[in-house]
């Protein structure tokens, strides 16, 4: 899941300052007076059983008090009509961590665990899920990759299988491997016909890196390569080799590679644009931003943008940090695990989920002027703070980059980004005291803000919808309009209460 940040806020970034938070407007004390202006025919169309919404963080099993989720995602992994899920657990009981496939069934109508897995280090403290066709037969793979602050990893590949009764999703592990160093996915290009769907691909293989312990040179590597073999169902080393350190002709960089984790955040620090893939050259260029000083990565491509609270740190191997982060609207459940390798002093690459790994530059001087001058005049989201009320009794507060939602009697909160995607949008996400996402809405938005008097009426008006491949969708004819008005203490109150 991305949260949503502008081009302005990302120009501003690009410049040396910290992006502004959405949202983040004067904290100076006001006097704010909600209005209850609305059309009764508006607020019967505003019903919320219209706004559409997202359950895909939402747990389709009932997960006991004793039950921590760590991670999960919800896919259609078996091509039927109904959508699956893949949990990770920790049971407080004994502190293992578990895989969960959680299935459907027609008949019961019901969600069951039909598949459950420990992990091959089933007590790292760090773990991330995805998927991926790593095989090439077009059914993917479920893939978790673990790590820890000393400098383990672990990765476990579970592949479709028949489930022994005959009912429900079955999974059989092909990989399973916990190292001092990293393990990276080998990913090659398929041809067309893997993409149209006629035939199969190559299998990506797994590689492993660890110090070389027979050699006293510190940047001297060990690099064990597995493939696919469908005779054993499983991943087998097919090779071992030993690389030498890299000769290393800057002194600046032979030297970063000899320092620890914190020297590595100083030198990531700032932006770095994508050079592969559609982002290099574009006048929209792919950023990841990396912030040390407030702890956040920030990842921006075409207005959208995902930001990680940046936890902590490992350097397994010399020229490779290990970056464990948290996603900032629900830090409790999505996880990020990134694996940055410094090639030279200006090029990195970073290996783990989608859409952040590739190949970076780092953002010169040059190049930040440039993007400046192209971008100095795009749009920029309203400055939102406080309560906004409708005439049903309802209220949104804002604060920094969340809200506080009345609505029907009952109180909600999560997270909201304005962005530009065709149409001003506004992103809510509403989340549970568990950090469990339950519902994801899409407005398109008007924001007005006019002066009255000694009065400043600011009114937001929300059409509901959905965001598809072709933009903005409404999902309703109807709107919602909120309002806020602050009274402005004019000179002449002023002299009058002095007096």
Known sequence: MRCIFTIAALAALIAGCTPDTAGLVNTEPKEIIPSLKTDAAMLEESSPDRVSTDEKMQPKIAITKDTRLIDIRTENLDLDRSDEQILLVETSNNGITELWVVDYDAIKDMYFIS????????????????????????????????????????????????????????????????????????????????????????????????HDNESDDYNDLVRSSYFFRYQTNSYVLVDTEKIPGNKVDEEKLRLLYTKGPLEYHAFLNGPWYKTDGSSHGSQNPVLVNFDDQNKRISYFEEGSQE????????????????????????????????????????????????????????????????????????????????????????????????????????????????????????????????????????????????????????TLVLFPGKMSVRGFVPTADGYSQYQQIETVETATETETDQG
């Open 307 to 458: 930001i990680l609270i940046w936890t902590s740190s490992s350097k397994p191997l010399y020229n490779r940090l290990v970056i464990y982060g948290l996603n900032e609207l629900i830090p409790d459940l999505i996880t990020r695990i990134l694996t940055v390798a410094v090639t030279d002093l200006n090029t990195i690459q970073i290996y783990g989920a989608e859409p952040w790994r590739g190949s970076y530059g780092r953002y010169t001087e040059g190049l930040q002027k440039e993007y400046l001058q192209r971008f100095q005049s795009q749009y920029t989201a309203p400055e939102v703070s406080g309560i906004y009320a409708s005439t049903d009794g309802g209220s949104i507060e804002f604060f920094n980059n969340s809200f506080t939602l009345q609505e029907n009697g009952k109180t909600r909160s999560g997270g909201y980004a304005f962005y530009l995607k065709g149409n001003p949008i506004l992103s809510m996400k509403i989340i549970s005291e568990r950090g469990i996402l339950l519902e994801d809405r899409v407005y398109k938005y008007d924001f007005f803000e006019e002066e009255k008097e000694n009065k400043i009426i600011r």
């Open 115 to 210: 598949y459950k897995q420990e992990l091959s280090s089933a007590k790292l403290r760090r773990y991330q899920i995805m998927t991926e066709d790593l095989v090439g037969d077009h059914i993917p793979e479920i893939l978790c990759f673990g790590t820890d602050t000393d400098k383990t990893q672990s990765l476990d590949v579970f592949r479709k299988s028949v489930h022994p009764t005959g009912i429900g999703l079955y999974y059989s592990p092909v990989f399973r491997h916990e190292i001092q160093g990293t393990i990276e996915i080998l990913r090659k290009d398929r041809d067309a016909s893997y993409r149209e769907g006629i035939s199969n691909g190559k299998s990506f293989s797994i590689e492993t890196y660890i």
